[in-house]
C-alpha cells in the first residue's frame, strides 16, 4: 500500500517527494529505512556502507596476520578480540546497508569481483609486532576520527551502527598505542621497530581520508545529504593535530620534514602527500592487493559448506517441527 | 549466506528493563541466530536475555501512514499532568 502511494505521488509532481526529502535533511530529522528517500541517496549510501562494511572484514586480514605470534597471551587475547570487534562492525554496517534494499550476497558478491572497493590501508602489510601498534593507534585513530563525524549523518540505521562501533573502537586506538609505548620504552631494537612502523604507516594513513578537497569528486551532494559532515582535508589535519604530540610522547619521528605548527592557523602545516601511490593502490596495485582479496575469496569458499550445512539442519528440523 | 533469512535482535540489558532492538543478522535458524547475536550484539555484557524475530513477521506501521496515525495525538495535550493549573500550596498532587 505505502508503495502505491509513493507511486502516486511521484507520478502527480515528479520534484516534490525529492524536495520535502532534502526539506527534512536540512531541519535534521533522521532519515529510517521505509521513508521515501531520492534515489542517488539511496544508491550512494549503499556504496557509501558496503565499502566501509567491506573495509572492516578485510581489515582482520593484517591483523589476524599476528595473531599466533603475539609476544605474551595478554596481547593475543586483545588481538583476538579486536579482529573479533572488526568482524562484528563489518556485520553492523551490512545490516545497515541492507536496510536500504542492498543484498548481503550482491555486496560481497562485489567485494569478491573486485567491483566493490575498500580501504586502501589495508592493503599494506605487516611485517613486524610494530606494525600491529602503528594499526591501532594510527589506522584505528584515523577510521575513528572518520566515525565519530559521521554518528550525526542523515540516515538513522547508518548513524546507529557508527555511533556503536565509536563506542567500541577507543579500546582498539588505545591498545595500540600502548603496544607503541612499550615498544618505544624498549630496547634500541625495539624502538627502531616502532619507529619504522610508523614511517611506513604514517603517509597510508594520511590518504585514508581521501583526495584533497579540491578534487573530491561527489563531496559537495553528499554534505547536501549529511552523509558526509567534515571534508577530506577538515579530517585530515584533525588527524594530524591530535597525532603529532602522541608521538612525540613516544620519542618517535613523523617521517615529513616539512611538519611544523604553524601558530597562526593553529594547525600543523605538512608536506604533500603521494596521491600517485594512492590511486596505484585503489586501482589494485598495492603491495597485497592481491593477497588480501585471495584471503577474503577462500575463507569464503572454505565455510561453504558450513553455511550449507546449517542450512539442511534447519530445513530438516522445520519438516519435523 | 544463500537463503538464510533475516533476523531482528533484541537484547534485554539489564534486569528490570524491557528488551530494545539492537539490531539484525542472518541465520539458518532461531538457535543459530540466538547464538551469533550473542557474538554480534553482546560481547562487552550488554545483556541478560536475548530475543530473536524473523524480520518477515514483523508488520509495520507505514511512514506514509504517520500523520492519521499519530497526529490525532497533539491535539489532546490533556492527557499530560502538566496540562492542568493547581495552586502551589496543595501538596502531593
Redesign the interface.
Known amino acids: 500500500m505505502y508503495s502505491q502511494t509513493q507511486d502516486a505521488v511521484t507520478e502527480a509532481a515528479p520534484n516534490l517527494p525529492d524536495q520535502v526529502f532534502q526539506a527534512r535533511i536540512d531541519s535534521g530529522v533522521k532519515i529510517e529505512p521505509k521513508d521515501h528517500m531520492a534515489e542517488g541517496y539511496r544508491k550512494t549510501l549503499i556504496r557509501q556502507i558496503s565499502q566501509h562494511a567491506h573495509s572492516e572484514i578485510v581489515g582482520q586480514l593484517p591483523e589476524g596476520n599476528w595473531i599466533g605470534r603475539a609476544p605474551t597471551l595478554r596481547r593475543k587475547a586483545i588481538l583476538l578480540a579486536k579482529v573479533q570487534d572488526e568482524a562484528g562492525h563489518g556485520l553492523y554496517l551490512y545490516s545497515a546497508a541492507e536496510t536500504l534494499g542492498a543484498s548481503r550476497e550482491q555486496m560481497i558478491a562485489d567485494l569478491h569481483s573486485g567491483k566493490a572497493k575498500y580501504s586502501s590501508i589495508f592493503n599494506y602489510p605487516t611485517l613486524t609486532w610494530a606494525d600491529i601498534g602503528a594499526i591501532g593507534w594510527l589506522v584505528d585513530g584515523a577510521a575513528i576520527i572518520n566515525q565519530i563525524a559521521l554518528c550525526r549523518c542523515s540516515y538513522g540505521p547508518y548513524s546507529r551502527a557508527m555511533i556503536r562501533i565509536c563506542k567500541e573502537e577507543s579500546f582498539h586506538q588505545r591498545q595500540g598505542y600502548e603496544i607503541m609505548l612499550a615498544l618505544s620504552r624498549g630496547t634500541a631494537e625495539q624502538k627502531a621497530m616502532a619507529q619504522d612502523a610508523l614511517k611506513r604507516w604514517w603517509w597510508p594513513c594520511l590518504m585514508m581520508f581521501g583526495p584533497p578537497d579540491t578534487e573530491s569528486t561527489h563531496s559537495e551532494q553528499s554534505t547536501r545529504w549529511k552523509i558526509k559532515i567534515v571534508s577530506n582535508d577538515g579530517l585530515r589535519q584533525k588527524f594530524i593535530d591530535q597525532t603529532v604530540p602522541q608521538a612525540d610522547y613516544l620519542g618517535l619521528k613523523i617521517p615529513d620534514q616539512l611538519l611544523k605548527w604553524d601558530a597562526e592557523r593553529e594547525h600543523y602545516n605538512y608536506g604533500p602527500i603521494d596521491w600517485e601511490e594512492f590511486k596505484n593502490v585503489v586501482q589494485g596495485n598495492g603491495p597485497c592487493n592481491r593477497e588480501r582479496l585471495h584471503d577474503r575469496v577462500e575463507a569464503d569458499k572454505q565455510g561453504a559448506w558450513v553455511r550449507e550445512a546449517a542450512m539442511a539442519y534447519a530445513r530438516k528440523h522445520r519438516k519435523a517441527a | 549466506?544463500?537463503?538464510?533469512p533475516?533476523w531482528e535482535v533484541f537484547v534485554r540489558g539489564q534486569h528490570g528493563l524491557a528488551h530494545q532492538h539492537a539490531?539484525?543478522?542472518?541465520?539458518?535458524?532461531a538457535e543459530?541466530a540466538i547464538n551469533n547475536a550473542r557474538?554480534?550484539y553482546t560481547?562487552?555484557n550488554e545483556g541478560v536475555s536475548i530475543w530473536v524475530v524473523k524480520s518477515s513477521d514483523i508488520a509495520?506501521s507505514?511512514?506514509?501512514d504517520k500523520g492519521p496515525m499519530f497526529e490525532p495525538a497533539n491535539t489532546k495535550p490533556y492527557r499530560h499532568p502538566t496540562f492542568y493549573d493547581v495552586p502551589d500550596e496543595v501538596k502531593h498532587l
Open positions: 549466506m544463500n537463503d538464510w533475516l539490531g539484525s543478522l542472518h541465520a539458518p535458524d543459530t557474538d554480534v560481547r562487552r509495520a507505514s511512514p506514509g
